[in-house]
């Protein structure tokens, strides 16, 4: 299991406002099973098996091609830990434990 | 008012834990006034004037150095839109509309 | 043919050096063929078929944990332009061609 | 001193060409004294005192907008090494001897 977020981002779309391309590259993981999947600000996070979450990374990409769009850019961060089992929901809570009970950072 | 997301990486700490780096980050905006801010499960995303976010940014870069660290990765993404004010969340509810109205994207 | 930047980071490792493990990375594209790359200070940027390099790009991801790491932080941008060829040379000059002769800019 | 990558993406311009808006940028660096960098198919990587390169980084920021644009985002990666002198050669160079004499990776 990994921990992947994604940005894709058309360029020369003649248009500043991308929030209709964002909305299709989530279309493609609402019918995707086996992931979760969050929407921030700055882009998407996706919780799952490596593989799987890459090869739809891979689809949302496309997404603004088939939209129209020239040209895309798309960053993508992997978080993969393997010594223990991570997820989006432990790790958010695993700093905000830290924040409550101050002394375990500095 | 801009949207920053920045994520701060100690490397070569021996553990493969970070969230009490993350936890010491988050302590310098807690103490801020006048700006918004998120932690997600792959960074930390701000929303505030430009120069004092990038100001935030740059303390929060020290922060594992002065915990121990001898080396550290940070990633910062700046989405800085001025045609119209944007806000964290803004964004999001205007990439929700489009999913509950389909038609606009596909 | 796309154009993807690719930096892996290999966390917790107890050392500040991760100069082996980028070796290691770039010993999977030695033996590609039909790519094009180049190490850059801050990553590695490939040239070639978008599915290839993504493919490549999930070999060089799995490099560190081959070599005992137990957690990677791969970050991963691509640049994909479909109206006209776009090269990593190409991008180059097209820009240094503006610096020669200014004026196209402002 | 750090090394540090920039890229600034102009959104919504109408025009799938960027290369203007880097060149515009490269010359905020070319008056620049104290600092090293490099262009790349990806961005531009700056060497130099942090609190330098991050200023300089803002002011590349600005330049599209200074040339029209109404959204930019803008990709910071900084890489900060305080134990030993890094420079963007020597990475290189560190990475490229451990190719040359293979043992040392796997």
Known sequence: MAIVEVTVIPLGTGNTSLSSFVAGCLGIL???????FQLTPMGTIIEGELEQVMNLVQQMHEQPFAAGADRVNTIIRIDDRRDKKSTMEGKVASVEEKLIKPGGTD
């Open 30 to 36: 609402e019918k995707s099973k086996g992931i979760q």
